[in-house]
């Protein structure tokens, strides 16, 4: 560990294809890119079928059989940091059109062969009505033109998920309500297929034991990492100090985000953990409980810290929150304000480009700091996320 | 039926502080932290980058139950600073690297050309040319 704190990170991507990228992370410990692996896999909110109610079902499966299928069915998920809402944050009773996405199948077979039920036969419901319709917001505008269908539904070259089969005169029809959420709660709200990650290929630190009938060497084929690396010289002595500091990540999605989007957002999510213990620590009480209307006194906290160099300057609650809005997330939602990183200029900010340029510092602050109970942006709360989430055009440049 | 809640396992609940610090009654500048409804994820990279800090003569943590989304970290200190306050710079010092990172990322794909992929870059990689902050770390400047 010892060092990495003045060599920054550094990252190679080896290999970017549609659904994976390959990449080298150097410079960083075990712990540190164990944590990104850890966070590309299981904190990153995705879109999946959550409910299923079957109207009718006489094919072999049973009921639940093809629910728990169903459910594992990537849906593409681009933005849906922003295009949805958890059901629990929502202010609707069970389900609306803000947090979640109907989907139907209606499928018979009527001639005289095997007939398969796949995931192309999945129709998002466009304009659905709710019995109790949840607070209006602006979820549905940030959507991508195919939000929440299958992935690759419309791509030939794709083949499709297979649901179930059938035979002449059976039937098959219901309708789902996906959900976004993440996979702490159920794997399939996972993005990745898999994460691939290694370290030290030739086993120098003895991280590992290989057990081995006459050669090591012969018996353990090397991996294609291996090629990074010096392989050990023979009067090599073990040295019991050495650390890792160079791994090699294969993120391998399942279609529902591109793997740009799972990786940075994976980062993103680490960094709202992290801020939330901050501000967990920093915030007995009286300052950032303030209710979100009393920031509006701060800013001159949140300018002044930022200005001092960084938002790593210890500054007193409402300054420490509004910094971090637009300085850690790549760029802050473009509801939250943000002199950060977006392209159109007219900010408050110099260097700041926020892409709607009606966000002044000051409103800025009010939003962003800790406390504001409103959804959007209060990194304190519950939905901390949507707060600097990737914003927009960002997500937009992605590919899916 | 009435089983709680999955995402109780990773959603604080309404009050719920996300941290509890209690100082460590028998050891000099030590202190322990709960850290609610977080795991191994956060654990063990703040633990590390705790560790790593001079000031810091012990760090650990431990998630004392799998069915408890919790974990305790303990630090000590030799006495120049608090717990708090070390803690709280390894993980500004972790969202820096992270920036870092984030900011290579994007740069390298960028760089990394897909089917499909939008090539020109809505943020301009160049940077934005005097930031106010001026820190000199490249981690906004994308």
């Known amino acids: ?400 | 039926m009435n089983a709680p809640n999955r995402f109780e396992l990773f959603v604080l609940d309404d009050g719920e502080k996300p941290v509890e610090v209690s100082e460590d009654t028998k050891i000099p500048n030590a202190a322990t932290f709960k850290i609610m409804k977080q795991d191994h994820t956060l654990g063990n990279m703040v633990r590390a980058y705790v560790l790593a800090m001079p000031q810091v003569l012990f760090a650990g943590y431990k998630v004392p139950h799998p069915l408890h989304p919790y974990f305790l970290l303990k630090i000590q200190t030799d006495g120049t600073v608090t717990p708090q306050v070390v803690l709280e710079q390894a993980c500004t010092k972790l969202i820096g690297s992270l920036s870092t990172l984030e900011a290579k990322f994007k740069r390298e794909f960028s760089f990394k050309d897909v089917e499909g992929a939008v090539t020109e870059d809505p943020y301009g990689t160049t940077g934005t040319s005097g930031q106010p902050w001026g820190s000199g770390r490249d981690y906004l400047d994308f």
Not at chain 1, 42 to 61: K, Q, R
Not at chain 1, 189 to 213: G, I, M, Q
Not at chain 1, 225 to 252: H, I, L, S
Not at chain 1, 271 to 282: E, P
């Open chain 1, 1 to 400: 560990m010892q060092g990495y704190e003045e060599a920054e990170p550094t990252v190679r991507i080896r290999e970017v294809k549609k659904d994976r990228v390959n990449f080298v992370l150097e410079n960083v410990d075990l712990a540190f890119a164990n944590s990104v692996r850890r966070a590309v896999m299981a904190d990153i909110p995705t879109i999946a079928i959550d409910i299923v109610e079957i109207e009718a079902n006489t094919t072999v499966l049973p009921d639940e059989f093809i629910a728990h299928r169903l459910g594992m069915v990537p849906l593409v998920s681009a933005n849906c940091e922003e295009g949805i809402r958890y059901t629990r944050d929502c202010t609707c009773l069970s389900g609306c059109q803000y947090c979640s996405i109907e989907l139907r199948l209606d499928v018979a077979c009527h001639e005289n062969r095997t007939m398969e039920v796949t995931s192309n036969h999945l129709d998002v419901v466009d304009s659905h009505t709710y019995a109790d319709e949840g607070e209006a917001g602006e979820e549905l505008t940030k959507r991508g033109e195919n939000f929440g269908h299958p992935v690759g539904k419309d791509d030939v070259s794709l083949p499709p998920v297979l649901i179930c089969k059938m035979r002449k005169g059976q039937e098959l029809k219901l309708r789902c309500i996906a959900k976004k959420g993440i996979a702490k709660e159920h794997a399939k709200w996972s993005p990745c297929s898999a994460v691939s990650f290694e370290y030290d290929p030739y086993n120098k630190l003895r991280h590992t034991t290989h057990w081995f009938e006459t050669d090591e060497r012969a018996e353990w084929p090397l991996s294609e990492n291996a090629k990074e690396e010096e392989p050990p010289r023979d009067d090599e002595v073990f040295d019991f100090n050495a650390k890792p500091g160079k791994f090699y990540f294969e993120v391998e999605t399942d279609g529902s985000l591109g793997p740009q989007e799972a990786v940075m957002r994976g980062l993103a999510e680490l960094q709202t953990k992290l801020a939330n213990l901050i501000l967990g620590l920093k915030s007995p009480p009286e300052l950032d409980m303030l209710p979100g209307g009393d920031q509006g006194m701060a800013p001159p906290n949140g300018h002044v810290a930022p200005s001092g160099g960084g938002w790593g300057q210890p500054a007193t609650g409402g300054g420490w929150a509004s910094p971090t809005a637009g300085g850690w997330g790549d760029a802050a939602a473009p509801t939250s304000n943000a002199w950060g990183t977006s392209p159109a200029s007219g900010n408050a900010w110099g260097g700041g480009t926020s892409p709607n340029s009606n966000n002044a510092w000051g409103g800025a602050s009010a939003g962003g700091g800790g406390a504001s109970p409103n959804a959007n942006n209060a990194w304190g709360t519950s939905s901390t996320q949507q707060g600097w989430a990737s914003p927009t055009q960002q997500t937009n440049s992605w590919i899916h």
